[in-house]
């Protein structure tokens, strides 16, 4: 079966870094767009940003552009999420997900398949 894990995740002071890292088996990983998205408390899931299939092309929510980078290593299986200049407000539960249209996507239902999630809290 399809799984995506992630890890990366910990606690950190404002201004940091994190990368954070999805492993996903059970599917064809080089074919899916992969996207990452995140989680406040009492917060909707919210689109950080997103990967095409080949790594040619990236999109990233306006909060978080110029701080993160979304990048994947497709011999490895792995999609990755490198944060700088972290903030307390980027805290939350950060999700990866995969997209089989290969396009990448910012919409949620897009998403057929979705990781455990990894703790991400930013201390002020």
């Known amino acids: 079966q399809v799984q995506l894990v992630e890890s990366g995740g910990g606690l950190v002071r404002a201004g940091g870094s994190l990368r954070l890292s999805c492993a996903a088996s059970?599917?064809?990983?080089?074919?899916?767009?992969m996207g990452w998205f995140r989680q406040a408390p009492g917060q909707e899931r919210q689109f950080v940003a997103a990967?095409?299939?080949?790594?040619?092309?990236?999109y990233y929510t306006a909060s978080v552009k110029g701080r993160f980078t979304i990048s994947r290593y497709n011999a490895k299986n792995t999609v990755y999420l490198q944060m700088k200049s972290l903030k307390p407000e980027d805290t939350a539960v950060y999700y990866c997900?995969?997209?089989?249209?290969?396009?990448?996507?910012?919409?949620?239902?897009?998403?057929?398949?979705w990781g455990q999630g990894t703790q991400v809290t930013v201390s002020s």
């Open positions: 997900a995969a997209d089989s249209s290969g396009a990448g996507s910012s919409l949620y239902h897009n998403y057929a398949y």
């Open positions: 059970g599917l064809t990983f080089s074919s899916y767009a």
């Open positions: 990967i095409t299939w080949s790594g040619g092309s990236t």
